[in-house]
């Protein structure tokens, strides 16, 4: 293994809600990129999901339009596991979230790859060590953990399994941070490693404030936005602790703690909705009544709002 990462070839397997935003990213930046469903319908979706980001990040002026036109013929689309990832010098798994599925994929990737290849799963909090153990060799296994939308959240977790090369790791960090991305290194393989297990602290508390009536939906998310969330991504948490003072967060945590909501399955406001079809903007009704919303009207004006965003984040990380 070496210190150093410099891919010709990229592959993602599984042609998503995430893998078509990797392949995209991979795409703008210049590679060339294998996407592999074995799926035809899912695959051809995918292909236009991919030339619909490219317009975007073209129009909001992320790409130019010959760096568009590149990367528009840049990604090659198969059904066929092997024509994608047999010369690739990365593979990102983005398949189903299920560990067995994860699994076979790994120790198919083992048998159509070269030794050299460097496998990564785009899992978002299951056990890269228990995925490794499919592949041939765990010390080219690795956690890509990008945020959705791919192709704009900064954000990819790094994950090193218990057999992951430590300079492999680093030069794939490396890799990804050349691509304009965040990219952090998770040392020890916990489930949904830093970014899920925070945000799922989060959204418990939250579907829990809305079972017991502390306030309506509107308004715990007016209070996420308005509050610590609009400071979150100026002082992250130990920023905003150590300016508040940590005697002050102390002191919160003293009275605070007992009464926060301590389950361990899944919140009864999210099970009632899962349980009644209610999913969310895909189905017209979740928390929130999308009825009467175009979904992709709705993911179009998202995307837009977190490409400005985006642009604030890159002028103070710089």
Same mark, same amino acid.
């Given at each position: 293994?070496?210190?150093?990462?410099?891919?010709?070839? +990229?592959?993602?397997?599984?042609?998503?809600?995430?893998?078509?935003?990797?392949? $995209?990213?991979?795409?703008?930046?210049? &590679?060339?990129?294998?996407?592999?469903?074995?799926?035809?319908?899912?695959?051809?979706?995918?292909?236009?999901?991919?030339?619909?980001? +490219?317009?975007? +990040?073209?129009?909001?002026?992320?790409?130019?339009?010959?760096?568009?036109?590149?990367?528009?013929?840049?990604?090659? &689309?198969? %059904?066929?596991?092997?024509?994608?990832?047999?010369?690739?010098?990365?593979?990102?798994?983005?398949? %189903?979230?299920?560990?067995?599925?994860?699994?076979?994929?790994?120790?198919?990737? *083992?048998?159509?790859?070269?030794?050299?290849?460097?496998?990564?799963?785009?899992?978002?909090?299951?056990?890269?060590?228990?995925?490794?153990?499919?592949?041939?060799?765990?010390?080219?296994?690795?956690?890509?953990?990008?945020?959705?939308?791919?192709?704009?959240?900064?954000?990819?977790?790094?994950?090193?399994?218990?057999?992951?090369?430590?300079?492999?790791? $680093?030069?794939?960090?490396?890799?990804?941070?050349?691509?304009?991305?965040?990219?952090?290194?998770?040392?020890?393989?916990?489930?949904?490693?830093?970014?899920?297990?925070?945000?799922?602290?989060?959204?418990?508390?939250?579907?829990?404030?809305?079972?017991?009536?502390?306030?309506? $939906?509107?308004?715990?998310?007016?209070?996420?936005?308005?509050?610590?969330?609009?400071?979150?991504? *100026?002082?992250?948490?130990?920023?905003?602790?150590?300016?508040?003072?940590?005697?002050?967060?102390?002191?919160?945590?003293?009275?605070?703690?007992?009464?926060?909501?301590?389950?361990?399955?899944?919140?009864?406001?999210?099970?009632?909705?899962?349980?009644?079809?209610?999913?969310?903007?895909?189905?017209?009704?979740?928390? &929130?009544?999308?009825?009467?919303?175009?979904?992709?009207?709705?993911?179009?004006?998202?995307?837009?709002? +977190?490409?400005?965003?985006?642009?604030? &984040?890159?002028?103070?990380?710089?």
């Amino acid at each position: 293994m070496t210190d150093r990462f410099d891919p010709e070839r +990229l592959a993602v397997v599984g042609a998503g809600t995430m893998g078509h935003g990797i392949a $995209a990213t991979f795409a703008s930046e210049g &590679y060339d990129v294998g996407l592999h469903d074995a799926n035809e319908e899912r695959l051809e979706t995918g292909r236009e999901r991919i030339r619909e980001t +490219l317009r975007l +990040l073209r129009d909001e002026g992320r790409i130019d339009h010959a760096a568009f036109d590149r990367a528009t013929s840049a990604v090659t &689309y198969s %059904t066929e596991l092997e024509t994608v990832v047999g010369d690739a010098d990365l593979v990102v798994e983005a398949v %189903t979230e299920d560990l067995e599925v994860k699994r076979t994929v790994f120790e198919d990737l *083992s048998e159509l790859t070269s030794p050299e290849t460097v496998l990564a799963s785009n899992t978002s909090g299951l056990s890269i060590t228990e995925i490794a153990t499919a592949a041939d060799a765990p010390e080219r296994v690795l956690g890509t953990h990008w945020f959705n939308p791919p192709h704009i959240v900064p954000l990819v977790e790094v994950v090193k399994g218990e057999r992951t090369n430590d300079d492999l790791a $680093a030069a794939v960090t490396a890799f990804l941070d050349g691509l304009g991305k965040t990219a952090i290194t998770v040392e020890k393989d916990v489930p949904g490693y830093i970014g899920n297990r925070i945000q799922m602290a989060m959204c418990y508390e939250a579907f829990s404030l809305l079972d017991r009536g502390v306030a309506s $939906a509107e308004d715990i998310d007016k209070a996420v936005k308005a509050g610590f969330g609009f400071r979150l991504p *100026s002082m992250g948490i130990f920023e905003k602790v150590d300016q508040s003072g940590i005697d002050v967060h102390y002191a919160i945590e003293s009275y605070l703690m007992e009464a926060l909501d301590r389950g361990t399955d899944p919140n009864p406001v999210v099970t009632e909705l899962v349980e009644a079809g209610d999913l969310g903007l895909k189905t017209g009704q979740g928390v &929130y009544d999308w009825d009467d919303k175009d979904p992709e009207a709705v993911v179009a004006a998202r995307d837009s709002e +977190l490409l400005e965003q985006l642009e604030l &984040y890159e002028s103070t990380n710089a």
